[in-house]
């Protein structure tokens, strides 16, 4: 069986935790577009040099290097039986790239997944996140600002697969494991696991 799933959610919806358990679980690749931004700056390849104007400002990088950076992701041969996108689509530019990749192989993706929770919750999280982690985007001002493009920008992608009947939202307050049991669960049910 092959799998094709997104995980959605504001920043700090602990996207990143439970991508690697649905992943381990179904087998599939968790494919995280932070994380590839993150990797390319680490190594200031061109691409990271480009993403870290936008990523520090808490704004979006733009849908062209996005969608390029995830095109040619999803053709590398372990993304060929399914995969779990974290963090993308964000936009509806980005859908329209992510539904023509897929189009192309007659495929199409099963289910979104959003984890919810409150603006404040952010805040209070990624704050915490900042002491441990370190991460240059994760100040209280730049916090701000990601939650503001999350709304415009992010949150009508959520309407997008709604409208498809394709999406699933999962309470995001509680421990990291009450919330992997709701998210175990709603997979299960939706794609008829056990
Ligand atoms: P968070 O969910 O906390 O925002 P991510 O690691 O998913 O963390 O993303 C960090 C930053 O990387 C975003 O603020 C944005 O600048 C950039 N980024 C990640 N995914 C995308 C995307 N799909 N489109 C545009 N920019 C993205």
């Known amino acids: 069986m092959s799998f094709r799933l997104i995980l959605a959610g504001p920043p700090g919806a602990g996207k990143g935790t439970q991508a690697t358990t649905v992943s381990e679980r179904l087998g599939i690749p968790a494919i995280s ?15 990271g040099l480009e993403a870290q104007r936008y990523i520090s ?7 062209s290097v996005t969608n390029e950076i995830v095109r040619r992701r999803l053709a590398q041969p372990d993304a060929a039986e399914g995969f779990l996108l974290d963090g993308y689509p964000r936009t509806l530019d980005q859908i329209s790239a992510l539904d023509e990749m897929l189009a192309d192989d007659g495929l199409s993706i099963d289910a979104m997944l959003d984890i919810e929770i409150s603006d404040e919750e952010i805040m209070g999280r990624l704050l915490k ?14 916090i701000a ?8 920008a992010t949150e009508p992608i959520l309407d997008a697969f709604r409208e498809r009947g ?26 008829g696991l056990d």
């Open 33 to 47: 577009t932070g994380e590839i931004f993150r990797s390319e700056m680490a190594s200031q390849s061109d691409v």
């Open 129 to 142: 996140r900042a002491e441990i982690e370190g991460r240059a985007d994760d100040t209280p001002e730049v």
């Open 166 to 191: 394709k999406l699933i939202s999962i309470n995001g307050l509680g421990t990291i494991g009450e919330v992997r049991e709701r998210i175990v669960a709603a997979v299960n049910e939706r794609l």
């Open 57 to 63: 400002e808490g704004n979006l990088v733009p849908d």
């Open 145 to 152: 600002h990601r939650i503001s493009v999350y709304h415009e």
